[in-house]
């Protein structure tokens, strides 16, 4: 996985110098790859950070995730947004750096990756962003939220609440429309933070079934709260489309508080 991880402010992109402060810590004298989700501020202080990094002898390569498919451009990002993708572009980049891989090739892997990746979230509830201290959209109990993000923000359209059978089938056709769901694949169905695990495993199931009856098949996969939004209830979808060398990286040994397995 990561070698450091820069928080800002809740919802907020941390600002350059915490990033260099970061990239120079974990520099070992191979480069930095910096994982970047497609936000307009993350993205433009990051390139600032790299900036700052080179100016101190430091290669820093820059990989921008943008899998999110439900929104083209919004308030938050010109063109997709980067979401639950990340998560498999830092798993499978890091398991190539820790093979020894050269920055350009743990770079191209990333990229690899986000290409073959695509999301689609779904929302029953919104989440309250302490500085705002109310919710960032309102829906009637009988109402969902097509298309969120990952900051609480509301999605492309509002629908009828539905069962979890429709809501899973219309996030991927949603992601079926941009990527071909077919061959082997890795799927997480990723809780939004206020949603129970064993209702996300109902959601998986009602995946599963989608896929299977697409001819394709599920051959590694995550359920669970792994890219949240505080208190959201709600669900999110990411398929990645595998092959050979990508399932073994997905494979390899990792040990982080949120993923471990191997050793």
């Known amino acids: 996985m990561l070698d450091a991880a820069c928080p800002g402010e809740v919802f907020t992109s941390p600002v350059p110098d915490q990033m260099l402060a970061a990239t120079k810590a974990v520099d070992g004298g191979a480069g930095v790859l910096h994982i970047v989700k497609n936000y307009t501020g993350d993205v433009l202080n990051f390139q600032m950070a790299a900036e700052l990094a080179a100016d101190e002898g430091i290669e820093v390569t820059a990989v921008v995730t943008n899998d999110d498919v439900a929104v083209q451009d919004s308030l938050y990002t010109a063109g997709r947004r ?17 093979e020894g891989a050269g920055l350009d090739k ?9 290409e073959r990746s695509r999301s689609f979230g779904v929302a029953l509830s919104s989440c309250v962003v302490p500085a705002a201290g109310k919710p960032t959209f309102d829906l009637a109990d009988s109402e969902i939220e097509m298309g969120i993000g990952i900051h609480g923000e509301p999605g492309r359209t509002r629908a009828p609440l539905a069962p979890a059978g429709d809501l899973a089938a219309a996030a991927l056709d949603a992601i079926g429309a941009d990527m071909p769901l077919s061959g082997d694949l890795l799927v997480m169905v990723n809780g939004m933070g206020g949603t129970p695990l064993l209702e996300l ?20 996969n995550l359920v669970g709260n792994y890219i949240t939004s505080l208190e959201m209830q709600g669900f999110s979808v990411t398929v990645c489309q595998l092959t050979d060398t990508l399932t073994r990286l997905w494979d390899a040994p990792v040990d982080t508080p949120a993923l471990r397995w191997g050793r």
């Open 201 to 220: 495993y109902v959601v998986f199931s009602e995946v599963q079934r989608y896929l299977e009856g697409k001819g394709a098949r599920i051959a590694r």
């Open 106 to 114: 743990v770079a191209d892997v990333a990229r690899e990756v986000n």
């Open 82 to 98: 980067g979401v639950g993708g990340t998560v498999f572009v830092e798993k499978i980049a890091g398991a190539l750096a820790e």
